[in-house]
């Protein structure tokens, strides 16, 4: 079933106007918009839902790195926080993006899945690319990998006029 919306906001006399797309409305420019952002950006702040019981979500910014396939790879130790709230919930959201002269965000909501065996390696390898300053983490045993598979996108170019922000459900 396709989904299709298109929903307009009045802010101080100008326009946002957001769009809602099903992946399969998603077109390949505004495949290349995500990618261009999650591309020009090394960093994120990935938010994960702890397993205290107060439930509150905690952030943390980490290096980022994206596939083809709009799929945010960062890394993370074993000991710290998110690991363990990942493996309680996987459910992430991850927001990238807020540089003054660009002006775009991309903000994700999705699953995150620990890679490991093969899928390790190549996601590391991947990550290392784009993020030559995690290579000192690279074959380290505390260092652990995570994809996360978005299933909800908003893009959003706050420069333009009206400013540019849609959605993308998948």
């Not at 809602?20 to 077109?27: E, G, H, K, L, P």
């Not at 396939?69 to 709230?85: A, C, M, P, T």
């Not at 990998?145 to 908003?154: E, H, V």
Request: aromatic residues 8%; proline residues 4%; charged residues 25%.
């Amino acid at each position: 079933m396709e989904t299709l919306f298109i929903i307009i906001f009045l802010k101080v006399t100008k326009k946002i106007i957001i769009d809602c797309f099903s992946m399969n409305n998603m077109n390949e420019e505004q495949k290349q918009k995500i990618l261009k952002v999650l591309h020009e950006n090394e960093f994120g702040v990935v938010a994960t839902f702890p397993v205290n019981k107060d439930g509150v979500p905690e952030s943390a910014v980490v290096a980022i790195s994206e596939t083809p396939d709009l799929e945010i790879i960062f890394g993370s130790f074993v000991s710290s926080r998110k690991n363990g709230n990942i493996r309680n919930n996987s459910k992430v959201s991850v927001v990238v993006g807020w540089n003054k002269q660009a002006k775009t965000t991309v903000q994700i909501e999705g699953s995150a899945r620990l890679a490991v065996g093969s899928e390790r390696s190549s996601l590391e390898a991947v990550h290392c690319i784009k993020n030559p300053e995690s290579e000192k983490f690279k074959n380290d045993s505390r260092q652990e990998y995570f994809k996360i598979t978005p299933c909800w996108i908003r893009y959003s170019d706050f420069s333009k006029d009206p400013q540019e922000v849609w959605e993308i459900i998948l």
